[in-house]
């Protein structure tokens, strides 16, 4: 998934210190039916949305915008940065099944487990979209002085590209380790919620 930035330069005034890093989540759903889990497997397939970087069909998906805002403040003695502020925009993209009176129980069991694990997986994008936000927020105000403005804000795309490029790469790893976990977790999380079925509380 790659992330995309947004960089307002605020002039050369003094600008007031932002608050940390924010995000402002959107979510939005997607259709599909199947009454047995191979054919809601297919409407996933059919449906889900198609990301870019992996060039397939998802069962979710998050997309993801990094708005920064950098104040930059010229002094006598070289130019400064007066404050900067990183905020996530992310839209998270998730199935919602139509189910059909002929689904059986344990099919409608499944589901309410996969789909809780594809929410999770997704919000989890965010929150590591969030900690590098953070971290950009945090080069962004280390950031030494230089003898001009224009050089500062080289200075801080530079940063800003670095910590994005981790922010990717820890985005891939995350998708890495939850591919190769899959089974075993939904495995994990269907026992529990029949454990919790079979003490008479909600699933």
């Given amino acids: 998934m790659r992330s995309q930035l947004l960089a307002a330069l605020l002039g050369l005034a003094l600008v007031s210190p932002a608050s940390a890093a924010g995000v402002a989540k959107t979510y939005s759903y997607f259709s599909i039916g199947g009454s047995t889990l191979d054919a809601i497997q297919k409407e996933l397939d059919r449906r889900g949305p198609?990301?870019?970087s992996?060039?397939?069909r998802?069962?979710?998906a998050t997309q993801m915008e990094f708005i920064s805002r950098v104040g930059y403040q010229q002094t006598t003695k070289g130019c400064v940065i007066a404050s900067a502020s990183v905020t996530v925009k992310a839209k998270i993209i998730l199935p919602q099944w139509r189910r059909p009176r002929a689904a059986d129980q344990d099919v409608?069991?499944?589901w309410d487990t996969l789909s809780s694990d594809i929410k999770r997986h997704e919000e989890s994008h965010v929150v590591i979209a969030k900690n590098?936000?953070?971290m950009?927020?945090?080069a962004l105000k280390a950031l030494s002085r230089q003898s001009d403005c224009k050089t500062l804000q080289a200075k801080a795309g530079e940063a800003t590209q670095k910590l994005l490029a981790k922010h990717?790469?820890?985005q891939a790893e995350f998708d890495r380790v939850e591919g190769m976990n899959f089974e075993?977790?939904?495995?994990?999380l269907l026992r529990y919620r029949l454990q919790r079925m079979a003490n008479g509380q909600p699933g």
């Fill in 54 to 56: 992996t060039g397939h």
């Fill in 136 to 138: 950009i927020e945090q």
């Fill in 132 to 134: 590098h936000a953070r």
């Fill in 50 to 52: 198609h990301v870019k």
């Fill in 108 to 110: 409608r069991l499944i």
């Fill in 168 to 170: 990717d790469a820890a």
């Fill in 58 to 60: 998802h069962p979710g």
């Fill in 184 to 188: 075993r977790r939904i495995v994990r």
